[in-house]
């Protein structure tokens, strides 16, 4: 220890590492839980939430830490890494920590993202379980989404072929399914673009109702998204109960209980509460739970996982997707709105990398070399990048808390670059640590546990960015001015009618409101950098997600459906059969 | 004890049963293994079968009871019921048993046939777990299957978009794979009829490759077929590897290892290989393990599954489906050849209504009220129906093999008919024993426990029906005469150009012929009940399945995806929210 990551891939490290992995049992001593409420499979285990939550109840909570990044290069900066690294380095200064984390989809695993699992000495294990399903949350989630599919389907196509009277004899009142209208389409966990525009039904009578129809990745089902805001069982099963899946010749909803398909769904789903107990390289708890899209849903790991994670550590870091200004203004005004708990601190990921691009730097390609601008010192590009930075801090600070900024080391950066970081953090308001976990964990990542330890001490004014009372387009417009730096906001004229509609419809007075944005600027327009300046936010359409309570206003496209890229990771994955172990992760 | 069965509905018997049910660390005791054999998953375990095996080599195996059928009613005649009765009947006789049967799919069990796990009090148990995926197998099977579809579409993509200096860089070449004979569909566990026959790849260049497709439900994939037949990982690892996916422009297979996605697809299999370990509501052990078709495969639990419960049990009860000519069958020659395995007896389930209706009894509808004939004394239809048990006495005595028949006893069965059936299996020189599995458990089965004990004393002189030397088609033939009772073989031209090229192609010198004919009738014709004379079989085609190494000459239609009927299960299934149990399962 710690391993020697310039020499190892993450799943020879993780290998290593499990030798010592703590067992459910050990876990539950460690972590003084009573033994129901550890529920073991295989080598890892589920927590059971109600049972933990209700025990707990009257203890405080810990600190509680997010981690968010800058306007990152399309190849991320390490959110989870630094996620990890963190719990590590918070570890060797003896503290109670652990973390909430997202569980990865088959689709990036078998393509090319990897397992997303952290990596080198700031890695979650054991590797092989965290990307092949875990305890099997999102095939639960897969089957539920289908089989309102199935219901939905089988019931077109028995309305098409049944008389009124045939129906009634089996208790079926005719829901007259305006086969143009149907929203929901079917799920699979992997990236299969041949899958995203299919028609379905051909055949006869017996061969369902023949109509246009589309599968998205699991990860993007709605009932993912309902896991991660979810409360309680009781939640579940009832937002569940309220998703639309297609509208009838009226324009009526036509939703899960109408289908009589809702309960079924959460039969399915009815272990996917339970948070799953992992391990870093260096043995502290990992919770992993949910893993939501970042653009139609929070895109981070539950409310459940932090609230169980908030009674049992007394640090409990837990990461948002994307940059601060969709991951973190949702973890704000969502997340926190949704389960009223008070962050004392975000970390925000940076890489000299992605600051460089932000300053100009050429153009950074997924599965190309990495121009030479980002391997030798270059203070200029540096230092006109790092306005997006400071923009990151800027956010973080209007929520009331405390911005930790944590430079995720490369072995290129030069001690110059680094300074000069530091320097206009620092002049910025926030606090910097430089972060070697990749390389060295806990030891690495002492600077950073220091800084976040120090920063959880200052006081909290968390506050709101916008009151729930106030408009859906005014909302759009304070977020997109405030957190985006837009100098408005321009509506087509069917989303201001939809807009308009939803504003003076009381059902939809709860509901969060969930940016589709990319996240690769902090405009709509990936291509710009830095600190966009001048521009109008576009909104083209509003989605409604009943079931999830989210009102998702649309700047961009979303694809619900990645493609499987020609050199996929498939390719390099193998079992040996003499150990049963998984070889080639990474 | 026992449950009343008259009152109480099958998931409420099983709550009950729950209750005492033994934990893993209780069955690792009980069953004398050891501490890293038993693998928990939640309430239930796995067994680590490669550690079991090899630890219990030198042990001599118990009696090997399979467990068949006279040729059913559409509504089944309790195969599974049985099985679990006379384990528990075995039980109460003080002798270490155990049994393995199949695992369900979410097809029948959301749709109209229910969870397939007995009933009354011969029930599996947990029922919650065994009816909604258990360890996740079925996910495992359904995920490594998609994955090879991934691949083969977006590899087709990619083949279209790029020419071979392009593929090069990437270390492809080119498959050209003839989109009009992909030979493979994608599965989904439910009965999906709208996504039986479906267009694929609609939108532009990065959307797939265009062109017909069809989903199945998941236990009809190829990997569920090699899953029962595997003898260990390597073995499941190889044939995994030799899946047909389509043929290319030359008509050469094209397969999952031309893909470079075997080893991703065995990553996701690896757990399947360990059989799940659940409960009778008397707390014997129930193996389940496996669960693939009747018709395209073995239509039982798996060669694992019935290894390693003859050395941990003194009496292993293995169920096969389907009647005596299609499970008992395939068990005979297909699943013992690839075992090495002897049974001692066969127990042959049949029920008063299937012989009345074998005798001309009226048409029997899942559905529908049971029309009188089948709730009143009627000896002649009985005495006529008879003649289709007598035939499968018949069948099993040809395998060298004990035959014990079972009346799997009704309310309405009277005694003079009981006693009819009797005098007439005695004389086709079986034992026979009713039973009352249902109502009353095992002590219900005693006399059929006692005549299956007995039935284990005598000699056996196992013998199969074929050599494996001996030519497709004259395999078939004796097939169809000595177990159909058929007057010969009639093959279609394409059927029989298909099976010369077959039988001269030495790579399939080591395939089992797997028989596709429905179960409904010992002929071809589901109507044709009794026993049909005077009739010839009509073979249509060959499948070839390159990783299951099997032959399936079809001599009727198969249908890989099942309809959700109007009025399915899932209505009624839900969630108490407060205490997470299921409800509503059947």
Redo the contacts between chains.
């Keep these: 220890m710690p391993y020697d990551a310039t020499k190892m891939a993450d799943w020879q490290i993780a290998e290593e590492a499990e030798k010592n992995m703590p067992t459910?049992d050990e876990w539950r001593e460690r972590l003084g839980l009573e033994k129901d409420e550890v529920?073991?499979?295989?080598r890892i285990c589920?927590l059971d939430f109600?049972k933990i939550i209700e025990r707990l109840k009257d203890r405080p909570n810990g600190k509680y830490i997010n981690v968010t990044a800058i306007t990152p290069t399309p190849l991320g900066e390490g959110k989870t890494t630094t996620t990890i690294g963190l719990v590590e380095g918070l570890g060797k200064r003896g503290k109670n920590v652990g973390c909430a984390i997202r569980q990865p989809s088959?689709g990036p695993t078998?393509n090319i993202k990897g397992t997303a699992a952290g990596g080198g000495n700031a890695l979650a294990i054991p590797m092989?379980e965290f990307s092949?399903?875990l305890?099997?949350d999102l095939?639960?989630i897969?089957?539920a989404h289908?089989?309102a599919?199935?219901?939905l389907?089988?019931r077109?196509?028995?309305e098409r072929n049944?008389d009124d009277a045939?129906?009634a004899k089996?208790?079926?009142r005719r829901l007259n399914i305006d086969p143009t209208r149907v929203e929901m389409g079917?799920t699979?966990?992997?990236?299969?673009?041949?899958?995203?525009?299919?028609?379905?039904?051909?055949?006869g009578r017996?061969?369902?109702?023949m109509m246009q129809?589309k599968f998205q990745i699991a990860v993007s089902s709605e009932l993912m998204a309902i896991l991660a805001v979810a409360n309680?069982?009781?939640d579940?099963?009832e937002r569940i109960g309220k998703i639309i899946v297609a509208y009838d010749m009226k324009g009526n909803p036509v939703t899960t209980s109408d289908l009589?398909?809702a309960?079924?769904m959460?039969?399915?789903m009815?272990?996917t509460i339970n948070p799953t107990l992992i391990s870093t390289v260096e043995y502290q708890p990992v919770l992993v739970h949910a893993g939501p899209f970042a653009n139609i849903a929070i895109g981070q790991s539950s409310i459940i996982a932090d609230r169980i994670g908030l009674k049992m550590f007394d640090y409990h870091v837990t990461e948002s997707g994307f940059a601060a200004d969709i991951g973190f203004e949702k973890f704000w005004n969502v997340k926190c709105r949704m389960s009223g708990l008070v962050p004392n601190v975000s970390v925000i990921v940076a890489t000299i990398r992605a600051l460089k691009m932000h300053g100009g730097g050429p153009k950074v390609v997924p599965g190309r070399p990495i121009p030479e601008e980002y391997t030798r010192e270059n203070l200029p590009l540096l230092e006109k990048g790092i306005e997006n930075l400071v923009h990151h801090i800027g956010i973080v600070k209007k929520a009331g808390i405390n911005p930790v900024v944590c430079i995720n080391s490369f072995y290129t950066d030069t001690p110059e670059e680094i300074k000069l970081v530091r320097r206009l953090v620092e002049q910025a308001g926030a606090r910097c640590a430089v972060s070697e976990h990749w390389l060295k964990g806990g030891e690495g990542a002492l600077e950073l546990a220091d800084a976040v330890i120090d920063a959880c001490n200052d006081p909290v004014d968390f506050k709101f960015l916008y009151p729930l009372e106030m408009p859906l387009r005014q909302r759009v417009e304070v977020i997109a001015k405030e957190v985006y730096g837009a100098d408005g906001v321009v509506w087509t004229p069917e989303a201001e009618a939809k807009a308009k509609a939803i504003e003076e419809n009381p059902a939809y007075r709860d509901f969060a409101t969930m940016m589709v944005k990319t996240h690769l600027s902090l405009s709509h327009n990936p291509d710009a950098k830095g600190v966009p300046k001048g521009w109008v936010l576009p909104v083209r359409d509003v989605l409604i997600f009943a079931g999830a309570k989210f009102l998702c206003p649309m700047t961009g496209t979303i694809s619900l459906m990645p493609?499987?890229?020609?050199?996929?990771?498939?390719?390099?994955?193998?079992?040996d059969?003499?150990t049963?172990k998984?070889i080639?992760l990474f």
Tied chains: 1, 2.
Aim: charged residues 20%; neutral net charge; proline residues 3%.
């Design positions: 459910p529920i073991p499979y295989g589920k109600m088959g078998f092989t092949l399903g305890t099997g095939n639960d897969m089957n289908n089989l599919m199935v219901a389907t089988a077109m196509q028995h049944y045939e129906l089996r208790n079926l079917w699979i966990d992997f990236c299969a673009q041949a899958l995203r525009n299919i028609i379905i039904g051909i055949g017996m061969d369902g109702y129809s309680d069982l009781k579940l099963r009589e398909v309960g079924a959460t039969a399915f009815r272990n493609g499987t890229s020609s050199d996929p990771a498939f390719r390099r994955i193998d079992v059969v003499n049963g998984v080639g």
